[in-house]
């Protein structure tokens, strides 16, 4: 009997007792001892109910010989007639069905109470063991997670049990009737209901694993909700104000040169051919227009094989739009009435009309970033002309090779970074990460005299030192960083410097919005791997008319929108005339018997009566990203990969069946 004893299930269906004596010994089986009245062990989750409770704390009890929940192997489908999060003393006095999930159990002075969530919020649920015992009984063999089902009268908390900090903390729900509609039987990887800087104590990893669990807290709830509410927004904006058309285009597309690897889908019917999955809707929108479609959008789905980051995944997605016969003023001012219409109903942010505006030149040389948070005030100066005669020859070799020298100039940083840190600490080391070879500095000290490397101090002459400082804005105490090479790499070392410096300072006002637009970007950029240009956006984006001559160093009709620091739309006037676009697509490297094979339906829509157009997409969940201060897009994602492109949930990639691969003509070894 012991050995069957133990293979019972730990979650006891008890009835009424049983008397053994009173049965045949032939009727003793499983179905019959598993009715039997035994005194088990059982786990009790005293967790508060309030924020002035103590922490929680796993008890053992021994049960006491008294019916325990009864479970059926059947599924119900129980009616509500009220949510969890939307009770309120308005509704003191009424009967109510809720069901939802244990969210918390304590067991306080002979009572047992529990708070119940559903996806609106949570309610105190309370007993009455005189009154309701068999409700009182069921709630104390609850735990947590538990989906149940509760019926019971409204009442207002004792005075002593009000929780102001919780929205229905004052009332609480008389449990008359509960029903389990399902148990957990496994041990839960965390708790669902924690403080709300739980994501730092939980490691991603198993969030990932137990996406299902995860989305059930308050945060990623919350966070997901402000997705659609996003969603939900833009969509009515952009169909009720502006007269746009949702259209869905292909995901299973032809690849092209984008910038990106494609995800490529082998073709069963074409054997030896390939679908690819779309890195953005662009050729097709662009063909939308050149259908007649005035205002065309779409929330799209995009697939990219790329290097991950906290910011990026394999498969993202973006509001797509496109318009016919729009001028750049015209679509630049229609998407800054969109993102201020977001930010003001999403998060009560007035954003600046208009928005303000660099040129790329601009934003390079001020910040060394196309995407600059100027939410601080460090900005980069250009020293070249300072040291074109100087006699420290590391200058004077980068300048002679055609590249330059910039500064940054730390306020008080001489008081803050030893002469250590900055030859071989955190600063030196995020220079080395951005491709610098060094560091090189210089000292304003109290007296006005700098201190730094020897030859570097002494090539500054006294009327050049004085130059040398004004044009830096610096004085006593600060810190004057350098960055000597190609323009590239100067901007990428004192742009991560500057990011980095103001995070170790402080220096960034969080209550601040700093939104702008960079504008004037180059159409083209070298490619030093393949020794070519390429399209610094893509090879769809209009030259400007003024650099028609010379498209090589035109500017493009291309924008982005950049919000602390971080670009969350960009888009572009596009090419809409045939002969235009094939000399684009030829400095890029693409020949005419190329762009024919992979552009040829589009220079063909193009010749027939395609309308001048634009767009702009935007990284929806980037986006909401920032509106959530959630620090990675995986927490604005239901089911996001992770930073090795897998899925903790499903585990894809995996391996698929042998007659799969021979159904699409692959080999199998």
Known sequence: MSMILRALP???????????????????????????????????????????????????????????????????????????????????????????????????????????????GIVQITTLPDDFPDAHSIVNDLRLEYVISIEGVIRHRPIESVNKKMKTGMIEVVAEHVQVLNAVRSKLPFLVTTADNANDSIKEEIRLRYRCLDLRRPQMNSNIMLRHRVVKLIRRYLEDVHGFVEIETPILSRSTPEGARDYLVPSRVQPGTFYALPQSPQLFKQMLMVSGFDKYYQIARCFRDEDLRADRQPEFTQLDMEMAFIPLEDMLKLSEDLIRQVFLEIKGIQLPNPFPRLTYAEAMNRYGSDRPDTRFDLELRDVSDIFSDSSFKVFTNALATGGIIKVLCVPSGAKNYSNTALKKGDIYNEAIKSGAKGLPFLKVLNDGAIEGIPALVTSLLPEKREQFLMRCSAGSGDLILFAVGPHASVNRTLDRLRVYIAHDFGLIDQSRHSILWVTDFPMFEWNSLEERLEALHHPFTAPNPEDMENLVSARALAYDMVYNGVEIGGGSLRIYKREVQEKVLEIVGISAEQAEAKFGY?????????????????????????????????????????????????RAPSEVDPQQLKDLSFQTH
């Open 10 to 120: 730990a979650i006891a269906l008890r009835s009424k007792p049983l008397s053994v004596s009173s049965l045949p010994l032939t009727y003793l089986s499983l179905k019959t001892l598993a009715q039997l009245n035994f005194c088990l062990r059982r786990r009790t989750f005293a967790v508060s109910a309030s924020a002035n409770q103590p922490s929680s704390a796993e008890t053992l009890i021994l049960n006491s010989p008294k019916p325990a929940i009864s479970f059926k192997n059947t599924l119900e489908w129980v009616s509500r007639t009220g949510l969890c999060g939307e009770l309120s003393e308005s509704d003191v006095g009424k009967r109510v069905r809720l069901c939802g999930w244990v969210a918390l159990h304590r067991i306080h002075g002979g009572l047992t109470f529990l708070n119940l969530r559903d996806h609106t």
């Open 602 to 650: 589009l220079l063909e829509a193009l010749d027939m009566g395609a309308p001048p157009h634009g767009g702009i997409a935007y990284g929806l969940d980037r986006l909401v990203m920032l509106l959530s201060g959630a620090n990675s897009i995986r927490d604005v994602i239901a089911f996001p990969k992770t930073a090795t492109a897998q899925c903790a949930l499903t």
